[in-house]
Nanobody, 128 residues
Framework: QVQLVESGGGLVQAGGSLRLSCAAS????????LGWFRQAPGKEREFAAA????????VYADSVKGRFTISRDNVKNTVHLQMNSLKPEDTAVYYC?????????????????????WGQGTQVTVSS
């Protein structure tokens, strides 16, 4: 059974940092793109960041570019999201996800429907 489990969420003041982690089990995702999405209260789930299978290419939403960094460790089957200079508008439940097919191009990695596996989410709250 495939599982993605996020950790590292919490409450932080504006300007602070958090590092989210996602551990995968039940399957090796070394050939799959991985991504982070987020959903704020009353809003739709939105793309935040993604990384290709090798870790050599990344893509970010404009709202997080320059503040968030996605990385992965294919040996440990994990993906991370380093979030710096956090803002109250970053408050959301953050989900990690793995693409439904291996080797997908970067161009599709911002699309939630391309992802076949999802974690349960971790809450990030940024106070002003």
């Amino acid at each position: 059974q495939v599982q993605l489990v996020e950790s590292g969420g919490g409450l932080v003041q504006a300007g602070g940092s958090l590092r989210l982690s996602c551990a995968a089990s039940g399957r090796t995702f070394s050939r799959y793109g991985l991504g982070w999405f987020r959903q704020a209260p009353g809003k739709e789930r939105e793309f935040a960041a993604a990384i290709n299978w090798s870790g050599g290419n990344t893509v970010y939403a404009d709202s997080v570019k320059g503040r968030f960094t996605i990385s992965r460790d294919n040996v440990k089957n994990t993906v991370h999201l380093q979030m710096n200079s956090l803002k109250p508008e970053d408050t959301a439940v953050y989900y990690c996800a793995a693409m439904g097919k291996p080797g997908q191009p970067m161009g599709v990695m911002t699309r939630a429907y391309e992802y076949g596996f999802w974690g349960q989410g971790t809450q990030v709250t940024v106070s002003s």
